[in-house]
């Protein structure tokens, strides 16, 4: 059935209700004549509204009430509706910020150089494996403090150098060169065990000193004055007297006869 439209729904309406009001009843038994509306469509009727806001001729058809619907940021879509743009020039970046771009100029004398083989974020594993033995305790008790003192800091900067050179070799996944840089790291460790047991035995016979010298009346630790305050001195030796110079010369003659060549 077709869909008519809402005027001449109204117009057949009100021909079919004025022809009903004008017919007479002749008989009582003959049924009355009414208006028969099914002829109405009810989906003509339902999609006519005289309200203003679904009056309103539209572009489109909206599916939903999503203001959104058809925007992806994932695509790049863009915005649905264009968008007024000044006629302003943009900003340019000032000759200052293109030089901080550009690579700078680094200094070969750098500190930070030294955390890195001959400027090389790893070395082959033949320079790795190129390294003597650790040093010895025995070898280390000769040494000074401040020798010990810079021996130690030179095993730290070496494991630094190791570990750089470990974390380089994992991230750019070189695959060489482990095994020998463990090597290189232990004995560089075991150097540093040395280096301990040594201090370590110097301050055992400092404290056994410090005991030791609590109980000797001749030191003073009160920080008062000389530490050392012996209790009798030593008096100077004067010249050789006459018995002793005698026998001195007696012991050299014996002495000179006992060298004679026999004839």
């Not at 003959?30 to 001729?57: D, E, G, Y």
């Not at 009430?65 to 000044?86: D, Q």
């Not at 004398?109 to 010895?136: I, M, N, S």
């Not at 404290?207 to 004055?225: N, Q, W, Y």
Request: net charge positive; charged share 30%.
């Amino acid at each position: 059935m077709a869909t008519l439209a809402p005027s001449a729904v109204r117009a057949r309406l009100a021909v079919v209700l004025r022809r009903s009001a004008a017919a007479p009843s002749t008989s009582p038994s003959l049924p009355s004549h009414r208006p028969r509306l099914q002829c109405v469509s009810v989906a003509a009727a339902a999609a006519f509204s005289t309200s203003p806001a679904l009056a309103k001729r539209r572009r489109y058809q909206p599916r939903d009430n999503n203001r959104l619907r058809g925007v992806s940021s994932t695509r790049r879509t863009g915005p649905r509706e264009f968008l007024s743009v000044s006629d302003e020039r943009l900003p340019r970046p000032a000759e200052s910020a293109k030089a901080a771009a550009a690579k700078p100029e680094i200094d070969p004398e750098h500190g930070l150089w030294q955390f890195f083989y001959d400027g090389q974020v790893a070395q082959p594993p033949a320079k790795d494996v190129a390294f003597g033995r650790a040093w010895t305790a025995e070898e280390l008790r000769r040494k000074s403090w401040d020798d010990l003192h810079r021996l130690w800091w030179v095993c730290v900067k070496e494991r630094n150098r190791i570990a750089t050179a470990a974390v380089a070799r994992k991230q750019f996944d070189l695959g060489f060169g482990q095994y020998e840089s463990e090597e290189r790291d232990a004995a560089v460790r075991q150097t540093m065990r040395g280096i301990k047991h040594v201090l370590t035995e110097r301050f055992y016979t400092w404290e056994d000193a410090v005991d030791l010298a609590r109980s000797d009346p001749e030191i003073d630790l009160s920080g008062e004055g000389p530490a050392f305050r012996p209790a009798a001195y030593l008096e100077d030796e004067g010249p050789l007297g006459s018995e002793e110079a005698s026998m001195t010369a007696e012991a050299q003659t014996e002495a000179g006869h006992q060298q004679a060549p026999a004839r």
